[in-house]
C-alpha cells in the first residue's frame, strides 16, 4: 500500500519498518520540491549540525531544541542499525566508534534522510550495493593504512 502512495518501497531500507515509513510519508508527504536538496531536507528533519563561527572558529556545534517527529523516527530507526549485519549497520558502528553514540546515531539518520529523499525524488528503489561497494572501498582503504602503519612499526624496532 505505502508503495502504492509513494511510487518507491521505503521500507526496503535497513532500519526502516512500515510504521515508521508511514510517520515519515505523514510527515513529510510525497513531494519533495519543497526543498532544494537533500541536505534542506536534512536541516528540516534537526539532522544537521547548528554550528556558530565567528572569525573562522567554531564557537560552538549543537543540535538546535525543535521537535519534529520525522527526525524522531529517523533517529530511533538508526540507533537500532547498529545491530545489523548490513552496510547500513557498518557505517553506524563506524560512525559510533568516530563521533561517539549521540553523533554516530544522527549521522545515520542523517544519511538514511538523504537516502529516502533520493528515492522518493527520482523514484529510484534501494540499492544495497551501493552502499555496500562504499564500505568496501573503506574498509580496502582502512587495510592499506594499517598495513603501511605496521610497516613504518617494523622499520622504527
Not at 540507533?79 to 561517539?100: E, H, I, V
Request: hydrophobic share 40%.
Amino acid at each position: 500500500m505505502l508503495k502504492a502512495i509513494v511510487g518507491v518501497d521505503l521500507c526496503e531500507i535497513e532500519g526502516i519498518s512500515e510504521v515508521s515509513c508511514l510517520e515519515l510519508i505523514s510527515e513529510i508527504g510525497t513531494d519533495m520540491g519543497k526543498w532544494k536538496s537533500s541536505k534542506h531536507i536534512a536541516a528540516w528533519f534537526n539532522l544537521a549540525p547548528n554550528t556558530k563561527i565567528t572569525g573562522g572558529k567554531i564557537i560552538s556545534s549543537k543540535m538546535q531544541k525543535k521537535k519534529n517527529y520525522a527526525g524522531q523516527t529517523l533517529r530511533m530507526a538508526a540507533s537500532t542499525l547498529s545491530k545489523s549485519k548490513s552496510p547500513m549497520g557498518d557505517f553506524s558502528r563506524k560512525m559510533k566508534a568516530r563521533l561517539g553514540k549521540r553523533g554516530g546515531v544522527v549521522a545515520t539518520a542523517h544519511k538514511l534522510a538523504r537516502i529516502i529523499y533520493t528515492m522518493i525524488k527520482e523514484q529510484r528503489p534501494y540499492d544495497k550495493n551501493i552502499i555496500g561497494d562504499e564500505q568496501e572501498k573503506w574498509k580496502a582503504k582502512r587495510i592499506k593504512f594499517l598495513e603501511k602503519q605496521l610497516e613504518q612499526l617494523k622499520k622504527a624496532a
